[in-house]
T-cell receptor, first 109, second 113 residues
Framework: KQEVTQIPAALSVPEGENLVLNCSFT??????LQWFRQDPGKGLTSLLL?????REQTSGRLNASLDKSSGRSTLYIAASQPGDSATYLC????????FGAGTRLTVKP | DTEVTQTPKHLVMGMTNKKSLKCEQH?????MYWYKQKAKKPPELMFV???????INESVPSRFSPECPNSSLLNLHLHALQPEDSALYLC????????????FGSGTRLTVV
C-alpha cells in the first residue's frame, strides 16, 4: 500500500526566505506526482504536476523535483511571501491518488 | 476560477434531513471523485466514477450515495448523517489515463447538527 509522508508538518519562516518542502512515497510505481496548495476551509489548488518520466517542473517562484527511484519529491519556494501561507499537500497517482498529510507553512511579514 | 464547481459552499443539516451536494466539470474529464476531508487531515477517497462506472471505498457508510447523471455531473446524496460526518467534501475530476492531474472544486463545508 502506498504511503506518502511530508516533512516538516509545520514550518514558519520570515518573509523573503527560500524554503524546501519534502515529500516521500513508498512505492515508486506511480504515474505522476502533484503538489497542491490549500487555504483553510478551501479546496485544493494544483501548483505543479510532474509526470513519472520528468525530473522537475517550474512555475514562477515554485520548482518541484521528482526522484522516482528514491521515492522523493521536493517543492522549492523562492523569496517567500506572506501570501504563500497555506497548507501544501503532495499526492501520488497510480490507480488512485494518495495524499500526504501536508505541511502547514506560515510566512511572517 | 476553478473548472470544477461545487454547490452549495456551506450546508448545515439535521440528522434526519436528506440533502444533496452537487459537482460539475466542463473539462471533458471522464473520471470524477468525491473526497472527505477532516480538519488538518489529508483528503480521503469516498467514490470514483470512471466512464460512469462506480468504485466505492468500502469504509464509506451507506448514508452517502453518489449519483452520476452524466459525464460532467456528480452528485452526493446525504441521508441520516451523524455529527461525525461534518467535514469538507471535495469533488475532483481527471482524465482517466494515469498521466492526468486532478482538478479540485472549492469544496462544500458540511455541518451535521
Amino acid at each position: 500500500k502506498q504511503e506518502v509522508t511530508q516533512i516538516p508538518a509545520a514550518l514558519s519562516v520570515p518573509e523573503g526566505e527560500n524554503l524546501v518542502l519534502n515529500c516521500s512515497f513508498t512505492d515508486s510505481a506511480i504515474y505522476n506526482l502533484q503538489w497542491f496548495r490549500q487555504d483553510p476551509g478551501k479546496g485544493l489548488t494544483s501548483l505543479l504536476l510532474i509526470q513519472s518520466s520528468q525530473r522537475e517542473q517550474t512555475s514562477g517562484r515554485l520548482n518541484a523535483s521528482l526522484d522516482k527511484s528514491s521515492g522523493r519529491s521536493t517543492l522549492y519556494i523562492a523569496a517567500s511571501q506572506p501570501g504563500d501561507s497555506a497548507t501544501y499537500l503532495c499526492a501520488v497517482r497510480l490507480n488512485d491518488m494518495r495524499f500526504g498529510a501536508g505541511t502547514r507553512l506560515t510566512v511572517k511579514p | 476560477d476553478t473548472e470544477v464547481t461545487q454547490t452549495p459552499k456551506h450546508l448545515v443539516m439535521g440528522m434526519t434531513n436528506k440533502k444533496s451536494l452537487k459537482c460539475e466539470q466542463h473539462m471533458g474529464h471522464r473520471a470524477m471523485y468525491w473526497y472527505k476531508q477532516k480538519a488538518k487531515k489529508p483528503p480521503e477517497l469516498m467514490f470514483v466514477y470512471s466512464y460512469e462506472k462506480l468504485s466505492i471505498n468500502e469504509s464509506v457508510p451507506s448514508r452517502f450515495s453518489p449519483e452520476c447523471p452524466n459525464s460532467s455531473l456528480l452528485n452526493l446524496h446525504l441521508h441520516a448523517l451523524q455529527p461525525e460526518d461534518s467535514a469538507l467534501y471535495l469533488c475532483a475530476s481527471s482524465q482517466v489515463a494515469g498521466d492526468g492531474g486532478y482538478t479540485f472544486g472549492s469544496g462544500t463545508r458540511l455541518t451535521v447538527v
